[in-house]
């Protein structure tokens, strides 16, 4: 196994330490886990289905499977071919960091994957053996990309590629043989038009691809897709990949033989949360209400917020190093994520999560003020 890098997160230790002295209490920011209850309509069903005395179906319950078509024809517009072109997963973090496995990449191969990400981009080509290389112009992957990451709404900066975007690096992904993935799983979560009130375009959609019922329409491109921010799941470990029946085949063939098969219960309540739409609604109402907050608090401390059109988190700078802002912030209590985490040493911004009660983002706001 090659080395991996530390774990990032270990390194916030100090940061959190002195932000929990604070008189009030630690506010932290710096984590996208959910911390509102799992919708009853989810829990009900997984409840329902606990008597799971049988090995469950790596490639999903059949009802599973019509399910995750259904949503991607009722929330995204697009028209999957059957249901061979799904797959669930335990969660999508797994799936991200096996992929570049998972489609036999190795040495003499490349993952490329945004300039600004989440790391486990890297850490997946790592674990296969392969080279990541950080490149969000086409033009700059090199001749031997075996696999693109897209990650669109992005983790951490929120920014949204449009269907000509997604459009464009599809093209160039296929001229070079690789396949491309887009890392779908805040596309419920848009803020600024056009997608304030409708999902972001996935790489699936028809103005990207084509129509996906032609022949080649899905060839090479994958769509990832995760339930833990749309329906607070995060605990559940519940997503799933579609696209290109081909690579779904491929994908689930090793699936099988090493069992990575999500629990009989979580693809029960995975439908439940698919076929429900109340619920993500208000969801999405909670961290609009928490993002307005937090948009305001920290424009009037002198931040400047930089894209965030989308997703779970502002992407915040005040033009110093990352590093000094998060002991800025710790100092009131409040713990962020650093931007040295997702774009190198040289970061000036910080990740900040929507994911807080409204009365610790309310807390929050007034310290900052």
């Known amino acids: 196994m090659p080395a991996l890098p530390d774990f990032p997160w270990d390194s916030l ?72 072109a799904v797959l669930p997963t335990i969660g999508s973090k797994e799936l991200v960091g096996l992929l570049p496995l998972l ?59 449009d269907a000509g975007a997604l459009r464009a690096r599809v093209d160039a992904a296929r001229a070079l043989g690789a396949v491309i993935v887009n890392d779908e799983c ?33 060839d090479g491109v994958l769509s990832v897709y995760s339930l833990s921010k749309q329906s607070n799941l995060a605990g559940y470990r519940a997503a799933f990949v579609a696209g290109d029946p081909a ?33 993500v609604a208000a969801q999405k109402a909670r961290y609009a209400r928490r993002r307005g907050m937090l948009v305001a608090a920290f424009t009037e401390a002198g931040f400047r917020i930089d894209h965030s059109e989308a997703g779970l988190y502002l992407w915040v700078t005040r033009g110093e190093p990352a590093l ?3 002991a800025w ?18 970061s000036t911004h910080v990740r900040i999560a929507l994911t807080a009660t409204d009365e610790r983002v309310a807390a929050a706001a007034a310290r900052l003020r």
């Open 186 to 218: 805040y596309a419920e979560l848009g803020w600024e038009a056009p997608f304030a009130d409708r999902p972001v375009t996935s790489i699936l959609d028809h103005d990207v691809i084509g129509d996906t019922s032609s022949d080649g329409a899905l």
């Open 324 to 326: 000094e802002t998060i």
């Open 103 to 161: 489609l036999d990449a190795g040495a003499g191969d490349t993952v490329v994957h945004p300039e600004t990400a989440y790391p486990t981009y890297a850490v997946g080509a790592a674990i296969a053996g392969a080279r990541a290389v950080a490149a969000d112009d086409p033009g700059a992957w090199p001749d031997d990309t075996k696999l693109v990451w897209l990650n669109s709404p992005g983790n951490p900066t929120g920014a949204v590629l």
């Open 13 to 84: 230790a100090p940061f959190a330490t002195r932000a929990r002295e604070h008189a009030d209490g630690i506010v932290d920011l710096s984590v996208g886990s959910p911390v509102d209850p799992t919708p009853d309509v989810v829990r009900d069903a997984l409840i329902a289905a606990t008597d799971a005395h049988a090995y469950p179906q790596t490639m999903g319950t059949p009802a599973l499977r019509e399910a995750i078509v259904r949503w991607y024809a009722h929330r995204r517009g697009v028209t999957l071919p059957s249901v061979d």
């Open 247 to 279: 690579l779904i085949g491929r994908i689930l063939a090793v699936r099988k033989h090493a069992g990575l098969i999500p629990p009989a219960p979580v693809q029960a309540a995975m439908v439940a949360a698919l076929d429900d739409d109340v619920h």
């Open 329 to 346: 912030l710790a100092e009131r209590g409040i713990l962020a994520a650093p931007g040295t985490f997702y774009e190198g040493d040289a």
